[in-house]
């Protein structure tokens, strides 16, 4: 299996972010107005206020996405992750998470949190797998959230 690289975000990728986030979501779900705004604007809505974006690149193809979004001081919600339809089932979402969680740590982060919903099935079995676990679901931007898992770091 060819390797997975993990590129920080530059301005060149904000349609790679966009339209793979929105391909995703119109899968499953569908576009909020909140993922408008974040997917419109990610130096605003997270680059700005502290976060990070990686793209995945996979012999110099960007396949997937993903985003950290500063909560708190030492917290991080682990955000817009995608990867392409022909690259998935192949084990590159396994290959990110590991990737979320290492470069949280190298960070001296304190905790992961992240928002889902539990008809993704394997997406909550697979952050399971990495230590997240279920807590309140509290506030979410999302009205397709019903899950809220987290891990501390």
């Not at 604007?41 to 996979?58: H, Q, R, T, V």
């Not at 899950?147 to 501390?152: G, H, L, T, Y």
């Amino acid at each position: 299996m060819p390797k997975l690289r993990f590129i920080p975000f530059e301005e060149k990728h904000a349609t790679d972010f966009k339209n793979l986030n929105i391909e995703w979501l119109e899968s499953f779900f569908e576009v909020e107005p909140y993922d408008e705004q974040v997917l419109g604007n990610p130096e605003k809505y997270i680059l700005s206020p502290g976060g990070a974006i990686f793209m995945a690149s996979l012999d110099g193809e960007i396949i997937g996405t993903f985003a950290y979004i500063k909560k708190e001081e030492d917290t991080y919600e682990f955000s817009k992750m995608a990867i392409t339809p022909k690259h998935r089932g192949k084990g590159y979402g396994n290959t990110m998470v590991q990737f979320v969680v290492d470069e949280a740590k190298r960070q001296g982060w304190k905790k992961l949190i992240l928002f889902s919903s539990t008809i993704l099935e394997n997406s909550i079995h697979l952050y399971r797998k990495y230590g997240f676990v279920e807590v309140p679901l509290g506030d979410c931007n999302y009205a397709r959230g019903n899950i809220k898992m987290e891990r501390a770091l």
